[in-house]
């Protein structure tokens, strides 16, 4: 089974804070690698073309954002950077 999982925070997808499954915006899964794989590079490509910035970790996440791009935190009392993260994940049957 293999998953691509889109979130969106004001955090990498990396990091994976608790309760990071609640920015979960898209979470598609595929039976074939082919698939995952065409699937996988579609959005990548999507992504690359919306946004100014890009960060790869670990070969499995991406974090997409443009400056302009953020949301006030009222906990900090200041704007916080929003992240679009792709998470690619192959799981063994």
Known sequence: MYTIIYMKADY?????????????QTNETFETEEQFESALQTKLQHFRLTYDNEETKEGGYWAFWSEDESAFCEACDDDVQIYHGIIALKSEK
């Open 12 to 24: 990498e997808p990396w990091w994976k804070f608790e309760g990071w499954e609640t920015f979960i």
